[in-house]
Nanobody
Framework: QVQFKESGGGSVQAGGSLTLSCAASINGASRYLCLGWFRQAPGKEREGVARLYRLTGNTYYADSVKGRFTISRINDENALYLQMDSLKPEDTAIYYC????????????????????WGQGTQVTVSS
């Protein structure tokens, strides 16, 4: 089973930026169709942040991060990125990546629940 490893988290002040990276453990992961980032804040459920459908490049964002976060990938790499700008204290959470073979319809749904294992995540802390 593919394992994902997130990195790039850290502590920043409000208004700052971070770029998260996600690497997959095996080359076959580059064929996943729907790729996404989730986050979980203390005492809260995990929530979707951003998704990307590999074949069309369609991207989807949670309302809370629209205009501030950008999900991207580089062709032929097993890596997924999340550029986070204008960070707010409410963005503080552990961030996770995930991917599976969901089609465009499922990937475009805010209720997309990936059929993949979860990595350790990377901590993002934003201070005011």
């Amino acid at each position: 089973q593919v394992q994902f490893k997130e990195s790039g988290g850290g502590s920043v002040q409000a208004g700052g930026s971070l770029t998260l990276s996600c690497a997959a453990s095996i080359n076959g992961a580059s064929r996943y169709l729907c790729l996404g980032w989730f986050r979980q804040a203390p005492g809260k459920e995990r929530e979707g942040v951003a998704r990307l459908y590999r074949l069309t490049g369609n991207t989807y964002y949670a309302d809370s991060v629209k205009g501030r976060f950008t999900i991207s990938r580089i062709n032929d790499e097993n890596a997924l990125y999340l550029q986070m700008d204008s960070l707010k204290p409410e963005d503080t959470a552990i961030y996770y990546c995930a991917a599976d073979y969901s089609d465009l319809l499922d990937c475009g749904s805010d209720s997309w629940s990936p059929h993949s294992s979860w990595g350790q995540g990377t901590q993002v802390t934003v201070s005011s």
